[in-house]
C-alpha cells in the first residue's frame, strides 16, 4: 500500500467511524472524537487531514471523498464539504493544545 492510499484509508475510517448514520450532530460526534482520543491520535488524523487538504487530488474529487464517507447533509450546515473539513481540523488542533 502506497503512502496515499495509506492516509485515505484512515481517513476513511476516521470520517465513517466518527460522522455516521447515528450521531446526533457533527458537533457532539467530533467533541465524541476529541474527548476519546489521545494526544498522538489526534495529531495523527490532523497530519492525515491536512495531507489530504493538500493533495493533488482535484476539489471536486475531495468534496466527493468528504461527502461518500461522513454522513453529513452539507446544505443543513450551510458549509461545503471542504469547509466543513477545515473547520474539524481547527477544533482538534483547538482540543491538541488544551491538552
Known amino acids: 500500500m ?3 492510499s495509506s492516509y485515505l484509508k484512515k481517513l476513511e475510517d476516521f470520517l465513517g467511524g ?3 448514520q447515528d450521531i446526533d450532530s457533527p ?5 465524541e472524537f476529541i474527548h476519546e482520543a489521545s494526544k498522538e491520535c489526534l495529531l495523527s ?4 487531514c491536512q495531507g489530504f487538504l493538500n493533495s493533488t487530488l482535484t476539489i471536486q474529487k475531495k468534496e466527493s ?5 461522513a454522513e453529513i447533509y ?3 450546515i450551510s458549509l461545503n464539504p471542504i469547509q466543513w ?5 481547527e ?8 491538552q
Open 2 to 4: 502506497n503512502e496515499s
Open 18 to 20: 466518527t460522522f455516521h
Open 27 to 31: 458537533e457532539e460526534a467530533l467533541d
Open 45 to 48: 488524523t490532523i497530519k492525515d
Open 65 to 69: 471523498f468528504i461527502e461518500n464517507n
Open 74 to 76: 452539507f446544505p443543513a
Open 85 to 89: 473539513f477545515n473547520q474539524i481540523i
Open 91 to 98: 477544533e482538534m488542533k483547538k482540543a491538541v493544545k488544551m
